[in-house]
């Protein structure tokens, strides 16, 4: 069973046509801590369940954007820009 991503651009497309960037994190402000750009930078939360992700469509829109998906079932929730307001911040 192949797994589909869904592009908000070109609809849900095989995997293998994207890169995974990661899981979304807060970006420090100016000025934070050093350990909290440490924190951004390396720790992830590996979450087992729902998490936003970085998705880029390689072979296609050649665009980035947001997607939720289940970690555990490995399905996607949906996908949007990342100016959307549905957008984890
Ligand atoms: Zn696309």
């Not at 951004?40 to 729902?50: D, E, K, M």
């Amino acid at each position: 069973m192949s797994l589909l991503v869904p592009c908000p651009n070109c609809g849900p497309r095989e995997f293998t046509e994207f890169s995974y960037g990661g899981e979304t994190n807060a970006r420090p402000k100016p000025n934070a801590p050093v350990e909290k750009l440490a924190k951004y930078l390396y720790v992830r939360r590996n979450a087992s369940g729902p998490q936003q992700e970085w998705w880029y469509h390689r072979a296609g829109c050649r665009s980035w954007f947001l997607a939720r998906r289940d970690t555990v079932a490995n399905t996607f929730l949906g996908s949007y820009w990342p100016d959307d307001a549905r957008r984890e911040r």
